[in-house]
Structure formats: C-alpha cells, structure tokens
C-alpha cells in the first residue's frame, strides 16, 4: 500500500498541473523588493525556519464517502454545463455567420447595411458572452479539484489506515477534474480565437458614417412668402413687414422658417444674402432669434435663385 502512495501523489500532482494551465486567468502576486540590509546584518541573519507542514484534517469515512460522491456529482454537472455551452457557441456561431454574411451582402452607404451590421455585432457579443462562461466554469473545476485534494489527503489516513476504495475513486475523480479543466481550456482558446477573427472581420465592414439627410422643404405647410431673386423686387421691405405683421397678428408667438434655395455658388450668395435681411426686417418687429431658422439649400443648376418663409 505504501508503495501505491508516491504514484498517486504524482497522478494528483499532474491533476493540479492540468487545472493551472489557465494563464490569463492566473492572479500574479505583486512582487516586493526585500529591504536593503547592511554587511553586519546580512552575516548575522538567521537562516530561514523551514516551513512547516499542515497535517490533513482527519474525517470519518462517512464523510469522506458523502463528500466524494458530493463531488461526483457536482463534476457530472460541470461536464454537462460543457455539453451546454458548446451546444449554444456552435449555434450562436451560425447565427453571426449568417448576420456577418448579410453585412458583406448589403450595398456600401446603405442604411440596410448599418443595420445588418448592428445585428452581427449583437450575435458576436452574445457568443463572447457564451465563451466568457468557460471562465466562471474552470474556477468551479478547480475550486472542487482542492476539496478532492483533501479528501485524498483524507483517506489515506483513515481510520483503517487508508481505505483503497476510497483513494482510489479520490484519485479517478481527480483524473477527471483534469480532463475537465483541460477541456474547458480548449475550448475556450478556440472560441476566443474565433471571437477575435469574427471582431476583424466586422471592424473591415465597419459601417460608415451616417450622412446627414439633405435638407428639404416642408411638405406639410405652403411658403407663406416667396421671394425670387432673378426678378426686380426693389421695395420689398414694406411688404415683407405687412405680412409678417398680419402673422403675428393672427399668432403673436408665431416662427418663421426661412429656406434660401439656389443651383450654384454664385446664387447661393445672394440667396443667404437676402435671407439675412429678411431675418433683419422679421426682427426689426419685436420677433426674437430663437423663433427664426435659416436653412441652405442646394438644388439642380437651371433653378433659380429664391428665398421661402415658412410660418408655424
């Protein structure tokens, strides 16, 4: 029996090895500098005390039986949490595969392609979510792994002096904690993997920007007033002030919407240029800024040259 000892121990030694193969879920230690001491006290020091050893707490052989088979069990639902979140990766791939695939499908600058776009991203985040659950999983392994660890520890000093039954179903349980763990770890490298591509992927079918809607006139309201400006219209001022007189009347908080429209550069000046002064002359009686908005519109080059109040 002795003798069977130094292989177990190795077997659990290669357990706990399998179960620390996590690296980017290792907790590093800050490390410390030791303080700077002198020559004398350096002589002096007393060599280090060895460390000392912990003794297995001691359990009746119901409790290392309960705890075994607690153990099992609790293993049995690890393996099946796999099953499950393979299951669901595998399905959650697809369902990017096919949003990604509608992305790539969809015409440049087309807002259908923005909206594929936000589905592809929602299914990849979903299914990093999936894989991130392997983590919480793999601390679940390990944290049943340690209590296996002393329920060996355990039985090899049992009241009988150690129960083989019971080391080795220890040990067979500790085989499969490892199994487990480096399942879970492969798992988990190849869907962080597949995650990090699917991310590249959607970052070279990055939608562009939104462009802003080209202005337009109101469909819903006529021109209250419309001034064209390839016409003589000297002298429009005081019937500019007659009309907005008569609206205010009508709505004393009334808003004025003016649209200056023109084909090219050079109408576009004197479009915005009469715009301004109608602003001044709407202003001019008792109308603030706030209730008067300009806006510039470009149309074909064969229109002429306008400026459109609008009221509300």
């Not at 409790?63 to 607690?70: K, N």
């Not at 990604?100 to 979510?129: H, K, M, Y």
């Not at 988990?188 to 993997?193: D, I, L, T, V």
Request: charged share 30%; glycine share 4%.
């Amino acid at each position: 029996m002795a003798s069977s000892k130094p292989l177990i121990l190795v077997a659990a030694a290669a357990v706990f090895t399998s179960g620390c193969l996590f690296a980017s879920d290792a907790k590093w230690p800050t490390l410390q500098m030791p303080p700077e001491k002198t020559a004398a006290s350096e002589s002096e020091a007393a060599p280090p005390a060895p460390t000392p050893q912990v003794a297995p707490a001691k359990k009746s052989a119901k409790e290392i039986q309960d705890g075994l088979s607690s153990l099992s069990a609790r293993l049995d639902l690890h393996a099946s949490d796999i099953d499950s979140i393979q299951a669901l990766v595998v399905d959650q791939r697809m369902r990017f595969e096919t949003a990604a695939a509608a992305v790539e499908a969809a015409p440049a600058g087309n807002q259908s392609r923005n909206d594929r776009w936000n589905e592809a991203q929602i299914e990849l985040t979903r299914l990093a979510n999936q894989v991130e659950r392997l983590t919480d999983l793999a601390e679940s392994v390990r944290s049943d792994t340690g209590q296996l660890a002393e329920l060996y520890a355990a039985a090899q000093i049992g009241e009988s002096g150690g129960d083989p039954t019971e080391i080795a179903t220890a040990q067979k349980l500790m085989a499969r904690a490892g199994s487990l763990l480096d399942q879970i770890r492969t798992d988990r490298a190849e869907g962080e993997r597949y995650v990090d591509s699917a991310r590249q992927r959607l970052a070279k079918q990055r939608p562009e920007a939104p462009q802003p809607k080209a202005p337009a006139l109101p469909k819903d309201r006529e021109a209250y007033v419309v001034f064209h400006l390839d016409r003589d219209d000297t002298g429009y001022e005081q019937t500019l002030k007659d009309a907005v007189s008569q609206a205010l009347a009508r709505k004393a908080d009334m808003s004025f919407d003016l649209y200056s429209l023109a084909g090219n550069a050079q109408d576009d000046v004197k479009a915005q240029d009469r715009a301004e002064d109608v602003k001044r002359i709407i202003r001019s009686l008792g109308v603030d800024a706030s209730r008067i908005t300009m806006t510039e519109i470009r149309q074909t080059s064969d229109t002429p040259p306008e400026v459109r109040i609008y009221i509300r």
